[in-house]
């Protein structure tokens, strides 16, 4: 029998890309593959958490024992998470790669290519920030956890991020290290909190996230009850 340490903890976790409309049949979105939210929502159910995965299109199954909701563009997800986090949640583990902008006109009919005109102008408009939002509440605010990838400054950035965002922890990837991060299956990550960091070599992202997790448990047993 496995031990549950996680029993009643109430988790919820973002997961893949976003899908952003420019009219019917075509989009704007990223290479994110959900892995890491997946193994992460894996990890803390097996360990006997409720666990929500807000997942955008992403070919992967979900795990036993997960509730998931399938969402498609950044404002359907903050939709789905703002009512799940209100419902009362402890962790909030953000890994989607949520697209930055959308496209401010949605086509209702596919887009045709006109001989003879200009090229098109997509004009784009920012996509809330679903995390700061969550990390913003100022009541039943859960322990909040943000992602970070980055091709070079890591630390600095990272930090950069915690503070804005006002997240309680960041796990900050390199994806500029091949082989590592985006869309693989091994992962090298550094966590920053506000007075500590911890570095984890590269490791599949499944046995990373039952690291990951116990690492959050710590910070969860920090904190004073709300
Ligand atoms: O600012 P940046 O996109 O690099 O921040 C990454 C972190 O913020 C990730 O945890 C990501 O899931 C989250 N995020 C979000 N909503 C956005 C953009 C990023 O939840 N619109």
Known sequence: LQEQPLAGLRVVITAGPTREALDPVRYISNHSS????????EAAAQQGADVTLVAGPVEQSTPMGVT???VTSAQEMKTAVDQTVAAGTDWFIATAAVADYRPVAVADQKMKKEAGTDSPVIEL???PDILAGVAA???QR????GFAAETRNVAEYARDKLTRKGLDLIVANDVATPGLGFNSDSNAVEVFWADGSERFEARPKRELARDLIRLFQSHQSNRLPQ
Request: proline content about 5%; aromatic content about 4%.
């Open 68 to 70: 998931r909701l399938d």
């Open 142 to 145: 859960p322990l909040t956890i």
């Open 125 to 127: 408009a920012e996509n």
């Open 34 to 41: 959900g892995r890491m939210g997946f193994a992460l929502a």
């Open 137 to 139: 509440l100022t009541e």
